[in-house]
């Protein structure tokens, strides 16, 4: 083991990975570092890796004052688990209808739920923003989860996954007498749970990180999800105070990041494996 | 067979008329559990996806404004005025730019990374978590960091330069520059989600053609890249090429946060165009009418992702 | 435990005609087999059975009463899966008291929260453990109850799937290839288990399998199923002694049986086959080609000279107990296969001439279709060449 660490390609290849890490973590490391340093420090015509003098209390505290991002963090909670859990209540009753159940008109709506994995959020926003105008649930908790309540992404993956599920399982369901519904939910539900564990991996990634939406669909602070909030607290702050703001950016960006360190495979798994959308 | 005999006998009896019916109920219920287990979805599916979709059709048709008190079918005016519109056409060669940009560097460098991981036994977990972290983290907050690193005076990027004697620039100021830069992100963004993609697929061929290879005579590691791994990278990426494309097509955020489209017009992008005309100046019609042309550029690229999810699953 | 009375069963999916009408009557505490190779119905004559699937036609009755639209779970019929079909999140105690607490316990008894409030709730609980280690003592799964099904070798899983069938005592067992991921030996093994099984409980067992050998050692009677009909239905001996039909012959029995060319010639009434010829009364017509299946181990050695038929040892296939000798004999499509305890074959070797010969009443005759002929043939060879 010890030859092959210290043969030269190997140290090549630790020499171009390494190098290649730091300017990836760059951003993160100078956000972090940047959140740490009084304003002297930050305006200067020189890189400082290090402050001279710590301004942790200062700035966090200065972020925690001037937005409400523990209220931007909760709101991030409240929409990504609610997406995921309506997402979940909706998707898997209908992946096992069309996976494991023969009916009329299956084929017709196994299309229509690919047809509806090809339909970008975005190109459907201007329409469901007058829907929800019409309806009069903009600026609500409902007008930041509703739209994603849909997952036919969802609806497609859990159905490929129940057909690798044995029919003798269903069958034994069955004569156990469960019913349909207890089938979903007492047999196919937790054999699933490493193909949903990997959506909602996917699914609570992509809608805390989603910015297009929550700016259409809310106008006010309290309901602002983490990205927003963290525009809009640049946006009044442009330029004047990097401390506060860096400090405010590393709050956002911490419950992902550590929930990934925790459990990397996982995420990886679940992104790649879902991220195909 | 007596038995046999008189059973259907009797069958023949009673049975005829009850079975069919009793068949029929039971088909019926069959269907009515389907339709119960499909029916929120199904809703849901028509008024958030399929209808929206439909809607978004017909109003590029009309001059639908949000407040004003009535609209009309104007026919093609909106997709006359956006091909007659300079800045829409910036808008699409913008997007499509930055996808030319972000697409090939993202695999580039994720092919790249994905066989320098896997041509060594040690660290590997390690830095495929590394490179994958800005896949997830929050792209606005990130933005955010790079627009302070890329400040002209106190930035860290021009402070570097300054270390190594090159100019600073003005990265988001310039209309030359601001463009690369913001793909620069994207790719900075992008490349770990396809290095897990390519690290995926060499993890999948089988170490024996490996093997046969050393038999067959390539005796590089240069030679046996082309003999097999390339060759059975193939579909991947592919894959990889289209889903980058994809998400490449989709830039928004880094656009809106950063430059706003500016300097003048050198940031404009069809998704940023969409949310200025749809939401900025509540031009609905005409914001649908790019929403149409976006959709047809996603739905393009995404059909042929479908077939290749199809294949994957398929074959898997 | 029950009786069934199944009366022109037949089952199309779009056009294909999978049951084309199965009348069968199965006794109470009768262990059957349904036997036949993959695709002839047998799985779906089952799945009608135990109502997971809908006849196109006929009705089944069960005990008398007519179950056709009952729902499976209210047949009271246990089946046993090929590939077991355990709940893979449950723990063996688990898997075994799902149908106990389906049955036994209200919707809101089995609701995770709460459910120790509800009245008797804790008293059928008890009764369900005490029946669930019952079932364990018997199957000697007492020792895995708290483990999940991925951690049991495949006999293990093979058992646990029996146990979760035996414990609600059902009106009858449905098996369904029960044994086919089993290794070689532990299938052998189980065969005597589920043979035992039988005799203790006492129930109807109605058991699929497309091996002849499972079909043979362990069941009461055996229907043997090609194409979506029974062929013939008959006890072990029955169905292997007197095949009614080419298919069933050759179906049942390994080694298979040898099926020799022959044909019934003119003047003697007598039958040919090969280049010998022997005395038979035939109700057949002169000149009918028919087809003759005798047993490996109905053959013995004779001298080649005046043997009825003889040919040139191509293979010998030493088993341990015994050997299967391949001979080749001129005319013949296939080489012939004699089975010889090990000592009796120890002189010959490949490329002898071997001469057989076989007491007339182990020939079985078939006609050109596969349908048996009865015939009588005498043992005295007519005429050579």
């Known amino acids: 083991m010890n030859a092959r660490i210290c043969s030269p390609w190997e140290i090549l290849r630790h020499a171009v990975l390494l190098t290649v890490a730091a300017i990836v973590l760059l951003p993160f490391i100078w956000m972090i570092v940047t959140s740490l340093k009084p304003q002297s420090e930050i305006f200067l015509s020189e890189i400082r890796w290090w402050p001279e003098q710590l301004h942790v209390v200062e700035n966090y505290t200065k972020a925690f004052e001037r937005a409400p991002l523990v209220r931007y963090l909760l709101n991030g909670v409240i929409v990504t688990v609610l997406i995921f859990a309506l997402q979940a209540l909706i998707a898997l009753p209908a992946a096992y209808a069309l996976a494991k159940l023969r009916f009329w008109g299956r084929d017709a709506v196994f299309a229509m739920v690919l047809f509806c994995i090809l339909i970008p959020a975005q190109a459907i926003a201007v329409p469901v923003f007058l829907l929800f105008h019409h309806a009069g649930i903009l600026d609500t908790y409902a007008a930041l989860i509703v739209p994603f309540t849909i997952s036919a992404f969802g609806i497609f993956l859990m159905r490929q996954f129940f057909l690798t599920v044995p029919d003798d399982l269903v069958d034994a369901a069955r004569m156990d007498g469960i019913s349909e519904f207890g089938i979903v939910w007492r047999v196919m539900l937790p054999t699933a749970i490493p193909a949903l564990t990997a959506f909602g991996v996917f699914s609570i990634v992509a809608h805390w990180n989603d910015y297009f939406w929550p700016l259409i669909a809310v106008n006010s602070q309290e309901l602002f999800t983490p990205p927003v909030g963290v525009a809009t607290f640049r946006n009044e702050e442009a330029g004047t105070d990097y401390g506060p703001l860096m400090a405010a950016a590393t709050v956002i960006i911490a419950p992902l990041i550590i929930a990934f360190l925790l459990a990397q495979r996982r995420f990886i798994e679940g992104i790649t494996f879902s991220g195909m959308k | 067979m007596a038995d046999v005999a008189l059973a259907r006998e009797i069958d023949a009896n ?220 193939g579909p991947v990426t592919v894959f990889v090429a289209v889903i980058s494309a994809i998400r490449s097509f989709q830039v928004f955020d880094t656009v809106h946060v950063l430059t706003k489209g500016g300097p003048s017009k050198a940031t404009e992008v069809l998704l940023y165009s969409m949310y200025s005309e749809g939401f900025e100046f509540f031009r609905s019609g005409l914001a649908a009418a790019i929403a149409v042309v976006f959709l047809c550029f996603v739905l393009l690229l995404t059909i042929i992702k479908a077939r290749l999810i199809e294949k994957k699953v398929h074959y898997s | 435990m029950a009786q069934f009375q199944l009366s022109g069963v037949r089952k199309s999916f779009d056009r294909t005609h999978v049951l084309k009408g199965i009348d069968l009557h199965i006794a109470e505490g009768e262990f059957i087999s349904l036997v036949g190779p993959s695709g002839c119905g047998k799985s779906t004559l089952l799945r009608i059975i135990a109502g997971l699937e809908d006849q196109s036609e006929g009705s089944v009755r069960i005990g008398g009463d007519v179950v056709d639209g009952v729902r499976p779970a209210d047949r009271n019929l246990a089946m046993v899966f090929q590939s077991y079909a355990l709940y893979p999140h449950l723990t063996v105690y688990n898997n075994i008291a799902v149908p106990l607490r389906m049955r036994r316990l209200s919707t809101l008894q089995r609701a995770a929260v709460l459910r120790w409030l509800i009245p008797g709730t804790r008293e059928t609980e008890d009764r369900i453990r005490s029946d669930v280690e019952d079932v364990a003592k018997l199957l000697g799964l007492k020792d895995l109850l708290q483990r999940k099904p991925a951690q049991l070798s495949g006999g293990q899983r093979q058992r646990v799937a029996v146990g979760r069938a035996i414990v609600r005592e059902p009106r009858a067992f449905l098996l369904d290839e029960p044994l086919s991921n089993l290794d070689a030996k532990l299938r052998v093994h189980m065969r005597t288990e589920i043979a035992q099984l039988h005799r203790r409980l006492g129930a109807t067992f109605i058991y699929v399998t497309h091996d002849q050998a499972e079909a043979m050692t362990m069941s009461d009677r055996i229907a043997v199923m090609m194409d979506g009909n029974i062929i013939q239905i008959g006890s072990p001996d029955d169905v292997y002694d007197d095949p009614q039909d080419l298919r069933v012959a050759e179906f049942i029995g390994s080694p298979k049986i040898n099926i020799l060319d022959g044909g019934v010639i003119d003047e003697a009434r007598g039958l040919v086959f090969g280049s010998s010829r022997f005395a038979a009364t035939f109700l057949e017509r002169p000149g009918t080609s028919v087809r003759i299946g005798v047993r490996p181990e109905a053959l013995r050695l004779a001298n080649a000279e005046n043997a009825p038929f003889s040919g040139r040892l191509a293979h010998k296939e030493n088993l341990g107990a015994e050997v299967l000798l391949h001979v080749e004999i001129p005319d013949q499509r296939a080489a012939v296969i004699v089975r010889f305890d090990h000592g009796g074959a120890r002189e010959i070797s490949i490329g002898d001439a071997v001469g057989l010969t076989c007491s007339p009443e182990d020939l079985r005759i078939f006609g050109a279709s596969g349908e048996r002929i009865k015939a009588e043939v005498e043992a005295r060879k007519v005429a050579h060449g």
């Open chain 2, 14 to 233: 009673i049975a005829q008329g009850a079975r069919p019916h009793v068949r029929l109920r039971r088909r019926r219920m069959m269907s009515m559990t389907a339709a119960v287990l499909l029916a929120p979805a199904l809703v849901l599916m028509a008024l958030l996806l399929i209808g929206p979709v439909l809607a978004v059709l017909l109003m590029s048709f009309t001059d639908y404004q949000l407040g004003a008190p009535t609209w009309s079918l104007v026919g093609l005016e909106n997709y006359i005025e956006l091909y007659g519109d300079r800045v829409f056409w910036t808008s699409l060669t913008n997007t499509l730019l930055y996808v030319a940009i972000v697409v090939p560097s993202s695999i580039a460098l994720g092919l790249g990374l994905a066989l320098l991981i896997e041509s060594g036994s040690t660290l590997r977990a390690f830095y495929r978590s590394i490179f994958f972290i800005p896949v997830m983290a929050t792209l606005i907050a990130m933005a955010i960091s790079w627009e302070y690193m890329l400040h002209p005076q106190f930035g860290l990027i021009n402070l570097m330069l300054k270390e190594i004697g090159l100019p600073a620039q003005a990265w988001l100021s310039d209309p030359v520059l601001a463009l690369p830069t913001i793909a620069a992100i994207g790719i900075w963004q992008l490349f770990g989600f396809n290095m897990v993609l390519f690290l995926a697929g060499i993890v999948s061929i089988p170490s024996h053609l490996y093997e046969a290879a050393v038999m067959d005579g390539a005796r590089s590691a240069w030679s046996r890249f082309w003999l097999v791994t390339w060759p059975m990278l």
